[in-house]
T-cell receptor
Framework: GDSVTQMEGPVTLSEEAFLTINCTYT??????LFWYVQYPGEGLQLLLK?????DKGSNKGFEATYRKETTSFHLEKGSVQVSDSAVYFC?????????????FGKGTHLIIQP | KAGVTQTPRYLIKTRGQQVTLSCSPI?????VSWYQQTPGQGLQFLFE???????NKGNFPGRFSGRQFSNSRSEMNVSTLELGDSALYLC??????????????FGPGTRLTVL
């Protein structure tokens, strides 16, 4: 079945550091890929998405490129802020592969220190 | 436009009891999906309802059930609660249902604790 693998962390960085959170996936069809963010005590918010190979999703300084050849969708940000501290989830939607609902990775807890 | 609302936000039950959780989707959204979030298993898809019909179902036992009303509001029921059912239950709504281009909007969740 479909699956998403991401580093779990916690990942601790200093403010203004460069961020990379790795995400790789396995899917039988042609999935769309997502990054969601969860702040403490809240639900998930869509951060960015990409629906086909080589698409780049971007939002709030975060970027991720859909790499079909490496089955990856790594999240990057050039300069993180304390307010970016949250849990980040990589996810896929694979209607052609028979998977139902979004398939999520385990989540990466990001801590940004001032 | 109001977001997805879930009630109650927190719930404490004992083993063997049953519980009903409620989700009101964003106005105009016809699809409601439910997810279970636990530290061990992460986020897992429970089921999706669209136009009052269950359209997709995850790999959960029959103790987990749901329904959707004509106004798109949805309820999720768990019978004969077990300790392992303690989790954050998230509801998500979208315009037309599961699919790559249909963004899902999540509610804040209901935290269920089973003692």
């Amino acid at each position: 079945g479909d699956s998403v693998t991401q580093m779990e962390g916690p990942v601790t960085l200093s403010e203004e550091a460069f961020l990379t959170i790795n995400c790789t996936y396995t899917a039988t069809g042609y999935p769309s890929l997502f990054w969601y963010v969860q702040y403490p005590g809240e639900g998930l918010q869509l951060l960015l998405k990409a629906t086909k190979a080589d698409d780049k999703g971007s939002n709030k300084g975060f970027e991720a490129t859909y790499r079909k050849e490496t089955t990856s969708f790594h999240l990057e940000k050039g300069s993180v802020q304390v307010s970016d501290s949250a849990v980040y989830f990589c996810a896929l939607s694979d209607p052609g592969g028979g998977a139902d609902g979004l398939t999520f990775g385990k989540g990466t807890h990001l801590i940004i220190q001032p | 436009k109001a977001g997805v609302t879930q009630t109650p936000r927190y719930l404490i039950k004992t083993r063997g009891q049953q519980v009903t959780l409620s989700c009101s989707p964003i106005s105009g959204h016809r699809s409601v999906s439910w997810y279970q979030q636990t530290p061990g298993q992460g986020l897992q898809f429970l089921f999706e309802y669209f136009s009052e019909t269950q359209r997709n179902k995850g790999n959960f036992p029959g103790r987990f059930s749901g329904r959707q009303f004509s106004n798109s509001r949805s309820e999720m029921n768990v019978s004969t609660l077990e300790l392992g059912d303690s989790a954050l239950y998230l509801c998500a709504s979208s315009l037309v249902g599961q699919g790559a281009r249909n963004e899902q909007f999540f509610g804040p969740g209901t935290r269920l604790t089973v003692l």
